[in-house]
C-alpha cells in the first residue's frame, strides 16, 4: 500500500518520525524530499506518486501553505479521489479538503506520534476497498522479521487486528514456521498463541506443526 505524505520541508523532522512510525505496519510512504534522487525529474514523479498513491496524508501545521507544493499536490489528490485523511497539528483541513475529518497528532513525544500512526491505520483498515490490501502488507512485514526483537514486535502488531480471513491465519502460521526469528522468539510465539486463540476456525494441522517448532 502506497501512502503519499504531502508536508512542509520546515517539518520535515516530524513528518519522518511519522514515515517511520507508519512503515512499522509495512506500508509504503513517501516523502518527496527524502524519496526523490536530485536528478530525477521530480515534478513527473511527484505526479507519478500521488496516481499510484493509495493514502494521501496532508501534515497540516502552520507552514504547510507556506511551502509552494502542499496546496497542489492537495488539489491533485483530491481531483484524483483518493483516500484523505488530513493529520492536524494546529491547523483546520481547508481549501479542497474543507470538509475532511482530520485526525488530530500529537507531535510533543515519539509515543505520542505512534499512538496517533495506530489510530491511523486503524481508520485505514476500516475501509473495505483498503484492508485486505493493509493486511497482507502487514503479514509480509512480519514474514520479513529479521530479529527476535523484531519479530514480537510484528506480531503485536498483527494482534492488534482481528478478523483474520482464513487465508491470512494459514499465511501467519506458514511464515511462522518457516521463520527461525519469529518460532525462536518468546515474545512472538506467546502473541501468537493469544492470536491463534482468539481466532474461531483454526487448523489443527498447521497449529500443530506450529507448536513444533515453537521453542516455548
Not at 513527473?44 to 496516481?51: A, G, P, Q, S, V
Not at 507552514?63 to 491547523?91: C, M, R
Not at 493493509?134 to 509480509?140: H, P, Y
Request: proline share 2%.
Amino acid at each position: 500500500m502506497k501512502i503519499f505524505f504531502s508536508y512542509s520541508n520546515e517539518d520535515r523532522w516530524h513528518a519522518w518520525v511519522i514515515k517511520d512510525a507508519l512503515e512499522k505496519y509495512g506500508l509504503n510512504v513517501f516523502m518527496a524530499h527524502n524519496d526523490i534522487e536530485p536528478s530525477e525529474e521530480w515534478r513527473e514523479r511527484i505526479f507519478t506518486e500521488l496516481k499510484e498513491c493509495h493514502v494521501f496524508l496532508p501534515f497540516l501545521t502552520s507552514n504547510f501553505d507556506k511551502s509552494a507544493w502542499t496546496d497542489q499536490e492537495t488539489g491533485i489528490a483530491y481531483g484524483l479521489e483518493k483516500l484523505i485523511i488530513p493529520l492536524k497539528i494546529n491547523v483546520d483541513p481547508h481549501g479542497f479538503i474543507a470538509h475532511f475529518q482530520a485526525q488530530k497528532i500529537d507531535i510533543d513525544s515519539k509515543s505520542n506520534i505512534e499512538r496517533a500512526c495506530q489510530k491511523l491505520v486503524k481508520i485505514i483498515d476500516s475501509k473495505p476497498k483498503l484492508s485486505c490490501l493493509f493486511r497482507e502488507d502487514l503479514i509480509n512485514k512480519f514474514r520479513d522479521s529479521g530479529s527476535f526483537d523484531e519479530a514480537g514486535n510484528n506480531a503485536r502488531l498483527l494482534f492488534l487486528f482481528e478478523n483474520y480471513t482464513s487465508k491470512h491465519i494459514t499465511k501467519i502460521f506458514k511464515y511462522s514456521i518457516q521463520n527461525s526469528q519469529i518460532y525462536s522468539s518468546y515474545n512472538a510465539v506467546r502473541t501468537l498463541r493469544k492470536l491463534f486463540i482468539r481466532c474461531k476456525k483454526i487448523n489443527k494441522k498447521l497449529l500443530q506443526d506450529f507448536e513444533k517448532k515453537a521453542i516455548v
